[in-house]
């Protein structure tokens, strides 16, 4: 279950509950979102879905604890192409 806090408007808290449950602050400012889903999914929906992304590739505890959701594309090329 991924369950999504929005701190501030660029700035969200994410829980991750599964076998551990993890906590990770994401930044998606309005540039970012633009280029990765050219604003067709909400902030909080394009976050779950890259949330659901990562998911599938590693375990909740191997995510950072802080990061630009953009910076998944370093890890993952793929991500960037996902929700064009």
Do not use: W
């Not at 950072?64 to 929700?83: A, C, M, V, W």
């Amino acid at each position: 279950m991924i369950q999504i806090a929005e701190l501030g408007q660029n700035e969200f808290e994410v829980t991750v509950s599964l076998q551990k449950i993890t906590t990770h602050i994401v930044f998606l400012n309005d540039e970012m979102h633009q280029q990765l889903c050219h604003n067709r999914l909400s902030k909080t929906d394009l976050i779950i879905k890259s949330f659901e992304f990562l998911l599938q590739r590693e375990p909740n505890t191997s995510i950072l604890s802080r990061f630009n959701l953009d910076h998944i594309g370093h890890y993952f090329p793929e991500y960037l192409n996902t929700f064009n």
